[in-house]
Nanobody
Framework: QVQLVESGGGLVQPGGSRTLSCAAS????????MGWYRQAPGKQRELVAS???????NYVDSVKGRFTISRDNVKNTVYLQMNSLKPEDTAVYYC??????????????????WGQGTQVTVSS
């Protein structure tokens, strides 16, 4: 069974830092794009950052210069280093993977997959 498991959420003070991790498991062959979305109460889910297997990166404007996304293609893990956190960064952060090829004896493809979400709260 292919799944994404997130870790690293919690309570952090304004100006502080936090690193989120998301590991994909389940006979993964390749994952094209991995990324992080977030959803604050009463707001739509938005893309925070994404990274392709080739290293192309996208950030939402509000986190540029503060957040850094990276991935380990061998471990099928994506990270989000969050610095200079602000109260408006408070949200549930979801890991996302797109165009997944997996399987042990035969190859299968999955268009996209979501993690369960991890809460990040920025507050003093």
């Amino acid at each position: 069974q292919v799944q994404l498991v997130e870790s690293g959420g919690g309570l952090v003070q304004p100006g502080g830092s936090r690193t989120l991790s998301c590991a994909a498991s389940g006979s993964i062959i390749t994952i094209n794009t991995m990324g992080w979305y977030r959803q604050a109460p009463g707001k739509q889910r938005e893309l925070v950052a994404s990274i392709t297997s080739g290293g192309s990166i996208n950030y939402v404007d509000s986190v540029k210069g503060r957040f850094t996304i990276s991935r380990d293609n061998v471990k099928n893990t994506v990270y989000l280093q969050m610095n200079s956190l602000k109260p408006e960064d408070t949200a549930v952060y979801y890991c996302h993977a797109a165009n997944i090829v997996y399987g042990s004896f035969s190859y299968r493809q999955m268009n996209d997959l979501w993690g369960q979400g991890t809460q990040v709260t920025v507050s003093s």
